[in-house]
């Protein structure tokens, strides 16, 4: 062939390879879903009937125990340990049992919570035909943590019940389920239509993709059964005024149950050979480890653990029992210590003021404050709004009845005229028959008096607040 003949045939060549390329794409069926769990309206190819591992759906909690046993290889605590605690197999129940809504998980430190979301992740492939799934950590490398315990497990079984991997950590599954991972953006999120959306260590959320996050499930039926559209929320909680903090309040506040955790339901049963008294764990084990314990964790790790860390960072991530108060302004302040229903005041003319810090875009602050002649302040309730006019915030503070205010205390700001009435927030006050007192401080100086008042050096906590002071306890926290 001569060399001309060679040039003028490779356009040809091209085009016939491009004529078949298209014909082989027409011809092969077409997937309607997306890597950011949009419905499919059509899956590729024809679904088969499900394998023995399918048809051995789990009832309940024990079912769920025994396959992820045998499939998995995962050994399950059903019990808790501490009073008001529950067990890491409450979650997993709850989750794939579609019993209740959105989840929180609030549990420790190699608690087992990114595994155990895997786990759910993995029985709801297998069991829930079309459910989607996504996980979203507080950052990519947290979210591919969860990724990385539920890649063995699909690797061993993907045989009997995994279609393909698509793209780059997405798997899809024969019955049309998919799982995939988001990175922590607002992008990554808005848009997507799923029906499990797992967030791995919403301590690190931004506040903005969590917001986001709460818009993106849709429930669907599943072979007849429901698969409800779920936010789960998976954190140690140790920001004292963290995201997490405030979702447990919030669910706190709304009637919904937590599910909570520390080392210890997560700690394997002590040998009989252990001297309790040398171990460093008795003062929060109190021995129930020889009797209850039963988990993953070995006792010589959480004591290595518990040797490099400070007692409050213990508490904090692997007790769960309060946020840690490193960083806190009043680290002095105990909620055991100085929340009080009823403070023992010297006598019956204890004077009521109200403390103020104005407000609209940030929020009107008023505290109802017990000042008693022996000294002891007790702060008896609070109110806080904000994008309201002066007047509201008056009538809300008369709707009030807990007897005659001796005086007002209040930021030397609200001095300052409004352009509209002309008048000043602190003259409103005083028309409404207040006694208004303003007098600058510097902000050091107030803050060393309160915490003067929750920690003397000499004698006993003169200041108090009540239980209903949420945010005024969150913020001392």
């Not at 507080?138 to 045989?159: A, N, V």
């Not at 990175?183 to 959320?205: A, H, M, N, P, W």
């Not at 300052?416 to 005083?430: H, W, Y």
Request: aromatic share 6%; proline share 4%; hydrophobic share 35%.
């Amino acid at each position: 062939m001569s060399q001309k003949n060679s040039k003028s045939s490779k356009p040809k060549a091209k085009a016939e390879a491009k004529g078949e390329a298209q014909l082989k794409a027409k011809s092969e069926p077409k997937s309607k879903g997306n890597s950011k769990g949009r419905p499919q309206s059509k899956r590729a190819g024809k679904v088969k009937g499900p394998s023995k591992m399918e048809q051995e759906r789990p009832q309940n909690r024990e079912g769920i125990q025994q396959w992820l046993a045998k499939y998995a290889g995962l050994k399950l605590v059903g019990q808790a340990v501490c009073p008001g605690h529950n067990a890491p197999l409450d979650y997993l129940e709850q989750s794939f049992l579609e019993r209740g809504s959105d989840i929180i998980v609030w549990a420790p430190r190699g608690g087992g919570k990114t595994t155990l979301g895997a786990a759910a992740t993995l029985l709801d492939l297998v069991f829930k035909r079309e459910c989607q799934v996504r996980i979203l950590g507080g950052s990519l490398d947290q979210s591919l943590r969860m990724w990385e315990s539920l890649w063995p497990w699909w690797s061993k079984i993907h045989q009997q019940v995994a279609q393909k991997r698509t793209k780059d950590k997405i798997v899809t599954m024969k019955n049309g389920a998919r799982v995939g991972v988001l990175t922590q953006s607002e992008r990554s999120v808005r848009g997507i239509r799923v029906q499990k959306l797992r967030c791995d260590e919403v301590e690190l959320f931004n506040p903005d993709v969590w917001e986001a996050a709460q818009l993106v499930t849709r429930s669907i039926s599943s072979d007849g059964r429901p698969v409800r559209g779920v936010v789960e929320a998976f954190s140690t909680m140790h920001r004292p005024h963290g995201l997490m903090r405030k979702i447990i309040d919030k669910a706190h506040d709304a009637g919904k149950p937590v599910i909570h955790w520390c080392i210890l339901e997560v700690l394997e049963k002590c040998p009989t050979e252990r001297v309790c008294e040398e171990c460093a764990l008795l003062p929060d084990c109190g021995r129930v480890a020889k009797e209850r314990c039963d988990g993953h964790l070995s006792i010589d790790d959480a004591i290595a653990m518990k040797q490099r860390v400070s007692r409050e960072t213990w508490e904090a991530e692997m007790l769960c029992k309060r946020p840690s108060t490193r960083n806190c302004v009043f680290a002095n302040f105990s909620e055991e210590v100085h929340v009080r229903e009823a403070v023992q005041q010297a006598s019956a003319s204890a004077r009521l003021w109200l403390g103020i810090d104005f407000g609209f875009q940030n929020p009107f602050v008023c505290l109802w404050i017990r000042v008693g002649e022996n000294g002891l302040v007790h702060v008896i309730d609070e109110y806080v709004q904000e994008h309201k006019q002066i007047q509201e915030h008056i009538d809300a503070i008369n709707a009030r009845r807990y007897g005659a205010v001796f005086r007002v205390a209040c930021d030397p700001a609200g001095k300052s005229r409004n352009d509209q009435t002309s008048k000043s927030n602190v003259q409103r006050l005083r028309e409404a028959g207040f006694v208004v007192r303003t007098r600058g401080s510097a902000i050091l100086d107030g803050v060393e008096e309160i915490r003067a008042a929750l920690a003397p050096a000499a004698g006993e906590p003169t200041l108090f607040v009540h239980p209903r002071c949420r945010r005024l306890i969150e913020a001392l926290a």
